[in-house]
């Protein structure tokens, strides 16, 4: 089977590099596009999922909702999916955080999430809290659309692929606009769909 992995669309405070974890904030304009094409992409080159699954936030569900209906299928909500938790850094400019604390943001950002943002949750501790979940999806029942969000998605591949070093994490990073095919039983990734766009990528 076939595990696809993508991003919700944009948002605007992903356009305005504004950190965005539980805060339930709607795809924009952009968004909405950029999941219309991707569900156009799917359902042109043959991926026929047997279940799309989505992080029960409106980015993540909206865009599960456009690609499942591209695809003939309804959408299972999955609470483990949440985004990681950003604590102290939700709902603030990238900017901002910097001004006040350079030093310690540019570790934790080159760190790959591996270490939390203060009052929120790292890369391990969503790869644990997704373990069960992730285990679960290994299967005959057919490929698998998982829609998710940055942190979350990194957190899954790393933990199918057991890697959370620094290189392997930025791998994992996604635009708005991707998926990422991985096969599991053995886990190894496939390749990455990425949308015909000219929508600006944003990775906040």
């Given at each position: 089977m076939t595990l696809l992995i993508a991003r919700h669309g944009q948002t605007d405070w992903n356009v305005e590099r504004r950190w965005q974890s539980r805060t339930d904030i709607p795809l924009n304009a952009t968004g909405y596009r950029q999941a219309t094409r991707l569900g156009a992409l799917l359902r042109a080159q043959g991926f026929a999922p047997a279940r799309?699954?989505?992080?029960?936030?409106?980015?993540?569900?909206?865009?599960?909702?456009?690609?499942?209906?591209?695809?003939?299928?309804?959408v299972r909500v999955e609470p483990v999916l949440t985004e990681l938790d950003l604590g102290?850094?939700?709902?603030?400019?990238?900017?901002?955080?910097?001004?006040?604390?350079?030093?310690?943001?540019?570790?934790?950002r080159e760190g790959g999430y591996l270490q939390p943002a203060p009052g929120g949750e790292g890369i391990k501790d969503v790869a644990d809290r997704v373990k069960d979940f992730v285990d679960s999806l290994d299967d005959t029942s057919g490929d698998i659309l998982l829609v998710g969000h940055q942190g979350?998605?990194?957190?899954?591949?790393?933990?199918?692929?057991?890697?959370?070093?620094?290189?392997?994490?930025?791998?994992?990073?996604?635009?708005?606009?991707?998926?990422?095919?991985?096969?599991?039983?053995?886990?190894?990734?496939?390749?990455?769909?990425?949308?015909?766009?000219?929508d600006t990528p944003t990775s906040v």
């Amino acid at each position: 089977m076939t595990l696809l992995i993508a991003r919700h669309g944009q948002t605007d405070w992903n356009v305005e590099r504004r950190w965005q974890s539980r805060t339930d904030i709607p795809l924009n304009a952009t968004g909405y596009r950029q999941a219309t094409r991707l569900g156009a992409l799917l359902r042109a080159q043959g991926f026929a999922p047997a279940r799309v699954i989505s992080s029960p936030l409106i980015r993540a569900w909206k865009t599960a909702a456009i690609l499942g209906e591209a695809l003939g299928q309804t959408v299972r909500v999955e609470p483990v999916l949440t985004e990681l938790d950003l604590g102290e850094y939700e709902g603030r400019l990238e900017v901002e955080i910097r001004a006040a604390d350079g030093a310690g943001y540019d570790k934790w950002r080159e760190g790959g999430y591996l270490q939390p943002a203060p009052g929120g949750e790292g890369i391990k501790d969503v790869a644990d809290r997704v373990k069960d979940f992730v285990d679960s999806l290994d299967d005959t029942s057919g490929d698998i659309l998982l829609v998710g969000h940055q942190g979350v998605n990194m957190a899954i591949k790393a933990q199918l692929s057991d890697c959370f070093t620094r290189d392997c994490l930025a791998s994992f990073r996604q635009d708005n606009d991707e998926i990422d095919l991985w096969r599991l039983n053995p886990a190894s990734a496939l390749h990455r769909l990425r949308a015909d766009s000219d929508d600006t990528p944003t990775s906040v």
